[in-house]
């Protein structure tokens, strides 16, 4: 069963920092890797998508890498905006299931 | 990226009645569809999985009886709770499939009282 771990849980920068968010997976033999943003009470926001074959993906200020090897995937905020603020999901897809992480919930103070 | 709606947004229920969610793709046709849980402060977890014209998969734990899926047609997805209790609060948000993502609808927060 894969399990998806998101570390910290929490976090809170001010603004202009850059963001690092971890997520760690047990299973490698992933099919993809997607980020995602959630705000309270909302959906999901598909960031980014990561094949298992890709090594990185970019959009914007969002860079998303992936270490199948090692069961890594980080994502990076460039200088971080008030309106980042949310909290931000990893999945990992394998075969037709999409496992989640718990999430890491960002604060950017202004 | 896709277009997901559901409906209602948010329903307030008495123990023991039954609520219908619905879950719509506006701009593509979907054979796979999901639908998921989430507890307050918790992640996603996967309920069941289904495909236009058969019967639900449901995961372990998930009561398909108490949980009704119907997958109607290629953009609509229906799921039932039936004789809902105050632990079934909670939010349910819904997912199409198009290779190689998966799009999610905005989510259906239920409170049953």
């Known amino acids: 069963k894969q399990e998806v771990t998101q570390i910290p849980a929490a976090l809170s920068v001010p603004e202009g920092e850059n963001l690092v968010l971890n997520c760690s997976f047990t299973?490698?033999?992933?099919?993809?890797l997607q980020w995602f943003r959630q705000d309270p009470g909302k959906g999901l926001t598909s960031l980014l998508l990561i094949q298992s074959s890709q090594r990185e993906q970019t959009s914007g200020r969002l860079n998303a890498s992936l270490d199948k090897s090692s069961g890594r995937s980080t994502l990076y905020i460039a200088a971080s905006q008030p309106g980042d603020s949310a909290t931000y999901l990893c999945?990992?897809?394998?075969?037709?299931?999409?496992?989640f992480g718990a999430g890491t919930t960002v604060t950017v103070r202004a | 990226g896709a277009v997901v709606s559901q409906h209602p947004s948010w329903v307030i229920c008495k123990s023991g009645t039954s609520v219908k969610i619905e879950c719509r793709s506006l701009d593509f046709q979907a054979t796979t569809m999901f639908w998921y849980r989430q507890f307050p402060k918790q992640s996603l977890m996967l309920m069941a999985t289904?495909?236009?014209?058969?019967?639900?998969?449901?995961e372990q734990g998930v009561e398909k009886d108490k949980f009704l899926i119907n997958h109607a047609s290629l953009t609509l997805s229906t799921l039932t709770v039936t004789s809902a209790h105050p632990e079934d609060s909670s939010f349910y948000i819904c997912s199409f499939y198009r290779e190689p993502e998966q799009y999610f609808g905005p989510g259906t927060r239920l409170t049953v009282t």
């Open positions: 289904s495909n236009e014209g058969s019967k639900a998969t449901y």
């Open positions: 999945a990992v897809k394998n075969d037709y299931k999409l496992s």
């Open positions: 299973d490698s033999a992933i099919y993809n």
